[in-house]
């Protein structure tokens, strides 16, 4: 398909993946091919994508020998802000184009702060510095402790993506906690109008856990329908907030709305379309993060059908209903997925410090 359709529907497509080689390289799997080529307009990274293209890849060593001596987590922030850095600067032409909505490089903070809020403050406003670009995004999770740190870092004026969302309830606290951002930085007299932010609602993880439960039950009517059901009530909320008073009042002083980010597309069932999570989610004002081997599915045979959450609302409430009436909690799955998301980014932060300490080592 043409992956520009998903564009002219109002779906940014962003790519979820960053190493030195996509920066470097000049193959189809390249940055600057997927923004010339296939309708890339963003990156986002995560401490599991840094791991994985930091461990054992080559292209770092010669960074890595000219920094011995010095601490393994002043290592990684260079390797990780540089990269960013140089993300930032592909994407300038598209940022500016864009009007600061796309273009734009998320860095997350450090996984173990996930539930401490002076610290992720502190270091949401040092990675900004530190990148020093202005297409930067600042990722935080959408912990209890990370809501009031997603208010003050948008207060600072630094653009945010808030990640690990996976209940539309606890995406009503982050829209209030980026609202709240926004009216205490108006309230100093301060410009709402740089500020761009995102809220990446996490979709494929949820069809893992709650399958694996119809499953136990032998139901197979209800298999493969929450995660997209629960996304389509999150833009439903996205919607209903889009025209309330209070986003009316800040819109009006030059303030730009948060929107729905799809993370966590890539599909794990092999019986699913490869697709799906792209293709079913599509609505304007969005944004889908994709794995390069979904992106590349989409372009290679994805059916475009338009704006596919329009008209989906009732549907969706009667699946999650469904979901319930054979005993299974959408609250405690997406509670325990929560937990289970700030436990493997930190382990894979963990996993990145040692790896680094042990090439620092030798």
């Keep these: 398909m043409n992956i520009l359709d998903l564009a002219q529907a109002g779906t940014s497509v962003w790519l979820d993946d960053l190493s030195r080689a996509k920066l470097t390289g000049s193959d189809h ?39 011995k001596g010095a601490g393994v987590e002043e290592v990684i922030r260079k390797l990780t802000t540089d990269d960013v850095r140089k993300a930032c600067d592909l994407f300038d032409d598209i940022y ?24 992720t403050i502190e270091e949401g406003r040092e990675l900004r510095k530190i990148v020093d670009r202005q297409n930067v995004m600042i990722k935080v999770p959408a912990t209890k402790a990370g809501l009031p740190a997603i ?39 301060l410009a709402l109008n740089e500020i761009h932010s995102v809220a990446s609602f996490f979709i494929s993880r949820i069809d893992t856990a709650i399958d694996a439960q119809l499953k136990s039950l032998g139901n197979s009517e209800l298999l493969g329908k929450a995660a997209i059901a629960n996304a389509h009530l999150a833009y439903e909320l996205f919607e209903s907030e889009l025209h309330s008073q209070r ?21 794990k069932d092999p019986r699913y379309d490869d697709t799906r999570y792209v293709l ?22 994805g ?13 969706a409430r009667a699946d999650i209903s469904a979901l319930a009436g054979v005993g299974i909690s959408l609250d405690q799955v997406t509670h325990d997925l929560e937990v289970d998301g700030v436990k493997k980014f930190s382990e894979a932060w963990v996993s990145l410090l040692e790896s680094v300490s042990a090439v620092l080592a030798k």
Excluded: C
Excluded at 157 to 180: H, P, Q, W
Excluded at 248 to 267: N, Y
């Design 29 to 67: 799997h390249s940055l600057p091919h997927r923004i010339a080529a296939d309708g890339v307009v963003g990156v986002t990274t995560n401490p599991s994508i840094f791991g994985a293209a930091i461990t054992g890849a080559t292209e770092y060593a010669a960074d890595i020998a000219e920094m």
């Design 96 to 119: 500016k184009y864009s009007g600061g909505v796309d273009g734009r490089v998320s860095i997350e903070v450090d996984p173990r702060l996930a539930h401490e809020t002076a610290p």
């Design 151 to 189: 208010t003050a870092l948008i207060a600072d004026g630094i653009s945010v993506n808030v990640t690990l969302i996976f209940s539309v309830e606890r995406y009503a606290e982050v829209i209030d906690a980026f609202m709240k951002g926004l009216e205490q930085r108006s309230a100093k007299g």
């Design 247 to 267: 986003w009316e009042k800040l819109a009006a002083l030059g303030a730009h709305m948060q929107r729905p980010l799809w993370a966590s597309t890539g599909v």
């Design 280 to 301: 079913e989610l599509v609505a304007p004002h969005t944004v889908n993060t994709m794995p390069q081997g979904t992106l590349d599915a989409v372009i290679d045979h």
């Design 303 to 315: 059916v475009f059908k338009g704006n596919t959450i329009a008209g989906k609302y009732d549907q």
